[in-house]
């Protein structure tokens, strides 16, 4: 695929090339259409991903094929973002790629003087990066019009809303135009992110690439050597033993699943399997079930670890390493979700060795190794080639509702890093918010 497939202007497919991009990532190669054909998304994009161009790219081709000569220019596209550093690195990104077009952007955040920022929107501009806070605030002087916003972008929703800006949101969109295309993206999706992008997006496509290859650095993660035999075993005896409540734990395959709750249920721990052989009803029952906690444990193949959002999961199990080194990411990703703590365990026998150090090779990190007594493995046993579950990954289509890629992504490395004191202006401004 490349950016000038994408149907971009030739002025922005020049920008990219010259920013050194040899082609879009997932998220832009599936944001970018869609964005040009005026149609709302729901993105669940980190940074890292290339989110940033998925959105500016084609809200410069929308903007610049649709001049307005309006004196001075009224604002038509606002991008509300959480913090003063993602804001000016957005504002970086709008300007890079927008160099070659005569669209001007203009970045308002707090813990600064807001008089240069008056004086700056006084003369116009076309797109506006903004905090929530600060935009109330020149909202409320009368030094910003939003009534002309065309498209609006809300990025790192989640981030906005953990940090409290909801009513600020909120605010902020009784100022803006009913008839406008609205892009919300987000690394998770929380019932409140939902009820969010129901109240702003219009029928939207939604939009979904892995997480980038960093596991949350709160999951503490550790390995259970242990024989391939005595897996189930063990997981009885660490979910007891430990009294852990609510464990989400990931098997290979559909039929592994299975077996695996039937056999947990034995041992008296209620666990329910959930995976692509299953209606969705039994599905969503499942689901259900494990966040009201009358079951302790669901045992669930990889569709569980796009399509679920467990407020304070504390226990990812593997108990089979996946096939892929990305997917373990995307799994223990499920726990100490928004800044909370978790524990991934992973039992690995002899078979997973080299899947094992593929994916601590991924990680760039050892992950510590135990062994509970009693469940020695067996030095005499030998490995067995491990076999992939059948068809091309087919479970994972049903999990998402348009499109989506479940191709890693690559982080490339930025090529401003923002310092010290502007993260410390971001602090101010949390404070300074949080205040009021
Ligand atoms: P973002 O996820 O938007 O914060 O972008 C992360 C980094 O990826 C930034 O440094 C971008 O300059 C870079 N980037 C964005 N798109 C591409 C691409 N298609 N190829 C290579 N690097 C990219």
Not at 27 to 49: E, M, R, V, Y
Not at 188 to 206: E, Q
Not at 243 to 248: C, G
Request: aromatic share 4%; charged share 30%; hydrophobic share 35%.
């Amino acid at each position: 695929m490349l950016f000038k497939n994408l149907g971009l202007s030739a002025e922005l497919v020049d920008a990219v090339t010259k920013q050194g991009y040899s082609s879009p990532t997932p998220i832009q190669s599936q944001a970018i259409p869609t964005i040009l054909n005026g149609k709302d998304i729901l993105a669940s994009a980190q940074t890292g991903t290339g989110k940033t161009a998925g959105f500016t790219l084609p809200m410069l081709h929308l903007l610049s094929r649709n001049p307005k000569s309006n004196k001075p220019r009224p604002v038509r596209a606002l991008i509300l973002v959480p913090t003063r550093e993602l804001a000016a690195q957005v504002n970086e990104s709008i300007v890079t790629y927008g160099k070659n077009l005569s669209l001007k952007s203009a970045v308002v955040f707090g813990g600064v003087k807001i008089e240069p920022q008056i004086r700056i929107l006084r003369h116009g501009v076309d797109i506006l990066v903004a905090t929530p806070g600060r935009l109330l605030d020149h909202a409320s002087q009368k030094t910003v019009d939003l009534s002309s916003v065309e498209i609006l972008v809300l990025d790192e929703a989640d981030r906005m809303l953990d940090m409290g800006f909801i009513h600020d949101v909120r605010r902020v969109l009784k100022l803006l135009p009913k008839k406008r295309q609205s892009l919300l993206f987000s690394a998770t999706f929380s019932t409140k992110i939902k009820n969010l992008a129901d109240s702003i997006l219009n029928s939207p496509v939604t939009i979904e690439v892995a997480r980038r290859n960093t596991p949350a650095e709160q999951v503490a993660q550790v390995i259970y050597n242990v024989d391939r035999k005595r897996k189930a075993e063990l997981l009885s005896h660490l979910i007891t033993s430990q009294n852990w409540q609510q464990v989400l734990v990931f098997t290979r395959t559909k039929h592994g699943a299975n077996r695996l709750a039937e056999k947990l249920d034995k041992d008296g721990i209620k666990a329910s399997a959930m995976h692509g052989n299953k209606s969705q009803s039994a599905r969503t029952k499942a689901l259900a079930n494990f966040k009201d906690a009358s079951i302790r444990v669901l045992v669930a193949t990889d569709i569980a670890a796009r399509g679920i959002d467990i407020d304070q999961l504390p226990h990812v199990v593997n108990f089979e390493l996946p096939n892929v080194p990305e997917d373990y990411v995307h799994r223990i990703g499920r726990t100490a979700r928004a800044g909370r703590e978790g524990e991934a365990a992973s039992l690995v026998c002899v078979d997973e060795h080299k899947l094992l150090h593929d994916i601590e090779r991924l990680i760039k990190k050892d992950i510590s190794k135990k062994v509970v007594p009693g469940f020695e493995p067996d030095p005499s046993i030998k490995p067995e080639p491990i076999r992939k579950p059948r068809g091309p990954r087919p479970e994972r289509k049903a999990t998402f509702e348009k499109t989506k890629s479940s191709k890693p992504q690559r982080r490339p490395q930025r090529s401003k890093k923002l310092g010290t004191q502007k993260n410390q202006k971001t602090r101010s401004e949390r404070k300074r918010r949080q205040s009021k």
